[in-house]
């Protein structure tokens, strides 16, 4: 088991715990997305960019009206993946809290 190096990034990481505790065809709204995470427009187009080409989210562009709306929702293999690494974490802290500890 080894970290997964594209979802180990904390904006990442946050972005796909949160789409990974929606059921799996449910979306969140990029403004959502973005109060959840809590980061600038640029900053979480950029990371769902680099979620996207690893095929760890899908991200759907429409018009509701004549505004802009964009949805993303993480992918099974994105919900594979974090868990994945949320195991890895969950590893490493166990190790660290079972080692002995020095005075």
Same mark, same amino acid.
């Given at each position: ?9 904390? =904006? +990442?990481? %946050? ?8 059921? +799996? ?5 990029? =403004? ?7 980061? !600038? ?8 960019? !680099?979620?996207? %080409? ?15 709306? =964009? %949805? ?6 994105? +919900? +594979? ?8 974490? %969950? ?13």
């Amino acid at each position: 088991m080894s970290a997964d190096e594209i979802i180990h990034q904390s =904006t +990442r990481l %946050r972005i796909m715990a949160a789409l990974s505790m929606l059921e +799996r065809r449910q979306t969140l709204d990029f =403004t959502g997305l973005k109060a959840i995470v809590d980061v !600038t427009d640029g900053n979480l187009g950029a990371h769902l960019d !680099t979620l996207a %080409r690893a095929c760890y989210v899908d991200i759907e562009k429409l018009f509701v009206g004549r505004r802009p709306q =964009t %949805r993303v929702r993480a992918t099974t293999s994105g +919900r +594979r993946a974090f868990r994945s690494h949320a195991a890895f974490l %969950r590893k490493i802290l166990d190790q660290a809290e079972a080692a002995p500890r020095r005075k």
